[in-house]
């Protein structure tokens, strides 16, 4: 079993749709979690970065995190067509060094 | 522009050159890392520094790679005899020195080998 697992997607919504994006893992000493988006031929931007279970807001985006179920989410309210790019999600290993990523849903918003 | 950069963008080589990239992280980051992205995949962990300090190395860090950070401010990562199997995108992030703080990505070399 990976110790991140994504699903690739592609997910495909229409403007102003409620998007969800999921990963789960493997080992419940993982403490620290990022959402990361990546447009096309860029580097990983950090979205989002939680240590706790429960909910954290920041514009349309919201992260969730169920330790008890060892599931990661993002929420992105009023998708753009801006929105459209590879998210990953990313947790640190157990020495907080490495960044442990999944393999990243595509999501595709059309106007 | 205050992130971190990285040069050069894309690099096309043949099988058997040696290639070097460069990384300029944050400047107040003293903490500086290594990822290798390959086609949809998300980014894998190769090596980190702290300051001039090499204190993590995966296994995905072949005999062939070298990485330095000698004044513990920019750092390169040198591949020797690149084989097909390199091709990728390198990425560098750096971090604060604190662990568990949020890691900040260049927009990474592409590494395309003949």
């Known amino acids: 079993q990976k110790e991140v697992e994504q699903d690739p997607g592609p997910l495909s919504v229409p403007e102003g749709a409620i998007v969800s994006l999921n990963c789960t893992y493997s080992n419940s000493a993982f403490q620290y979690f990022m959402w990361y988006r990546q447009y096309s031929r860029k580097g990983p931007e950090l979205l989002m970065y939680t240590y706790s279970s429960g909910n954290k807001e920041d514009g349309r985006f919201t992260a969730q995190v169920d330790k008890s179920s060892k599931y990661i989410s993002l929420f992105i309210r009023d998708s753009q067509p801006s929105d459209s790019a590879t998210y990953l999600c990313a947790i640190f290993n157990q020495a907080g060094t490495a960044l442990i990523f999944g393999k990243g849903t595509t999501l595709s918003v059309s106007s | 522009d205050t992130g971190v950069s990285q040069d050069p963008r894309h690099k096309i080589t043949k099988r058997g050159q040696n290639v070097t990239f460069r990384c300029d992280p944050i400047s107040e980051h003293n903490r500086l890392y290594w990822y290798r992205q390959t086609l949809g995949q998300g980014p894998e962990f190769l090596t980190y520094?702290?300051?001039?300090?090499?204190?993590?190395k995966s296994r995905l860090l072949s005999d062939r790679f070298s990485a330095e950070r000698p004044k513990g401010s920019f750092s390169t990562l040198e591949i020797q005899r690149t084989e097909q199997g390199d091709s990728a995108m390198y990425l560098c992030?750096?971090?604060?020195?604190?662990?568990?703080?949020?890691?900040?990505f260049g927009d990474g070399t592409r590494l395309s080998i003949l």
């Open positions: 520094f702290q300051n001039e300090a090499q204190l993590e």
């Open positions: 992030a750096s971090s604060t020195g604190h662990l568990n703080q949020p890691q900040h």
